[in-house]
């Protein structure tokens, strides 16, 4: 029955994964049918990605004090009311472009809290589950990734049969769906391991015990900050770098759907993978330097080689299965170590700081192409790259993703006591830096 639970949420994740994809394409398609604008279609996406940034900065706070089996699925029905509202009020009283936008930041708003909600959850269930946290976290980032796959190409498709009020009103279904799942799974977990929180603390002073918390716990950062500069390099690469080498040097537009669609795939690929015998790895730090050094540098030299599609095609889809690694890696790690009183906010806020630099990786690449040209922009982000695997490889602190210990509570990580028999959560310098952690990303 624990099993089934931990499934179910797997399950849960990539359903609502899959559906707001869809939403992100199908939203989009409505508003260009619609008004026939392009402007219109920008200012509403913007409106999602604001609400949804928003959302992730102040959510933290609240699913900590409320708790994931309350949190998820409540965000995940006011989500699909959001989507469904669209389709209705034009069939009704009609949309202005300020309602659109409006419900379009709503959306954005609601589903970001529902996925944190459900990370929150993933140490409770793993360990009712009596399961290895990376099986846990591996699969949970398996569900996420299968759902992004695979919710743009089914709302594509979806829109080619159906109008796009109808493609509006199933992913409005699927949400619900997704709520009654990750309600079943959820049902009866603690708010958190202890009952060392405050439920009369104010938001203030809950919002900046997470803050307190990065800024103790080196290892933690430092993943921040290096999630902050990949995550910027790698909407470069899809949103620049891969569109423009497959027409000015591939001509073929139908080499990029292949191409994001094999470097996608190897990188689910590589996640089961690791979900499937990550357990057996102990020096999680050696493992995850090699996915790192084998993972995004290769495909971005072989471009600026000016490699063609098959040479391309093969290291793509091999650096995939690398690449698939990393972010499970991480959540294992991160699921270990932030105590659970803490972890809302902190996920919250990792996330948030991790997807702060993806819209400037699309427009300094855009400016970079433009600027010194194309290969060079990829050999220099590929020593981007390099630069930025030396923070794992000569970074100390990264020596605690191989020593799991037994996760600390708040008063722990704040003074820095010892809880582990006498053995010491952290150094003098950095109280607080206890034994664990999480990708926050994604």
Not at 64 to 74: K, N, Q, S, W, Y
Not at 147 to 166: I, K, N, Q, T
Not at 388 to 399: D, K, Q
Request: hydrophobic residues 50%; charged residues 10%.
């Amino acid at each position: 029955m624990n099993r089934s639970r931990l499934l179910v949420l797997w399950v849960s994740t990539g359903t609502v994964s899959a559906a707001s994809a869809a939403g992100f394409v199908a939203i989009p398609w409505f508003v260009l049918t619609t008004t026939g604008s392009a402007a219109n279609v920008g200012m509403v996406t913007a409106a999602e990605l604001v609400g949804m940034l928003l959302a992730t900065a102040l959510s933290g706070p609240l699913i900590d004090r409320v708790g994931p089996a309350r949190t998820a699925p409540l965000a995940d029905l006011a989500a699909a009311l959001c989507v469904g509202a669209i389709p209705l009020a034009e069939a009704t009283t009609g949309l202005t472009l300020w309602s659109l936008m409006s419900l379009a930041g709503a959306f954005g708003a609601f589903r970001e809290p529902g996925q944190t909600a459900r990370r929150v959850a993933v140490p409770e269930l793993v360990t009712n589950a009596g399961v290895a946290m990376e099986r846990g976290a591996g699969g949970m980032d398996a569900a996420l990734r299968a759902g992004h796959l695979s919710g743009a190409p089914l709302a594509g498709g979806a829109l080619a049969l159906f109008e796009p009020p109808g493609v509006l009103w199933l992913a409005t279904a699927v949400m619900g769906l997704s709520a009654l799942l990750v309600a079943y799974a959820s049902r009866g977990l603690t708010t958190s391991d202890s009952e060392v929180s405050d439920t009369s603390e104010g938001f203030g002073r809950r919002f900046a015990a997470g803050l307190g918390y990065l800024r103790r716990d080196r290892l933690i950062s430092w993943i921040v900050v290096l999630l902050l500069l990949t995550n910027t390099l790698d909407l470069a690469l899809t949103g620049v770098l891969l569109p423009t080498y497959s027409a000015r040097i591939l001509h073929d537009s139908l080499a990029l759907g292949v191409l994001v669609g094999a470097l996608g795939g190897a990188a689910l690929t590589g996640n089961l993978l690791f979900t499937w015998l990550g357990a057996r790895v102990r020096r999680r730090r050696m493992l995850f330097t090699l996915a790192f050094a084998l993972g995004p540098i290769p495909p971005h030299l072989a471009m600026a080689a000016g490699s063609g599609f098959a040479v391309l095609f093969v290291v793509v889809a091999t650096c995939g299965l690398a690449a698939g690694m990393i972010n499970p890696i991480l959540a294992a790690v991160t699921y270990e170590r932030i105590p659970a009183e803490l972890r809302g906010r902190v996920l919250s806020l990792t996330t948030l700081v991790a997807q702060g630099g993806t819209p400037l990786g699309v427009l300094f690449g855009g400016l970079a192409v433009e600027g010194i040209g194309l290969r060079t922009t990829l050999t220099c982000t590929a020593l981007l790259y390099l630069l930025a695997l030396a923070i794992p490889v000569f970074g100390g602190g990264w020596r605690e993703m191989n020593r799991p210990r037994t996760r600390p509570t708040v008063e722990d990580v704040l003074a820095g006591s010892t809880p582990h028999g006498g053995q010491e959560l952290a150094d003098s310098s950095s109280p607080g830096c206890g034994r664990q952690a999480e990708n926050p990303g994604c």
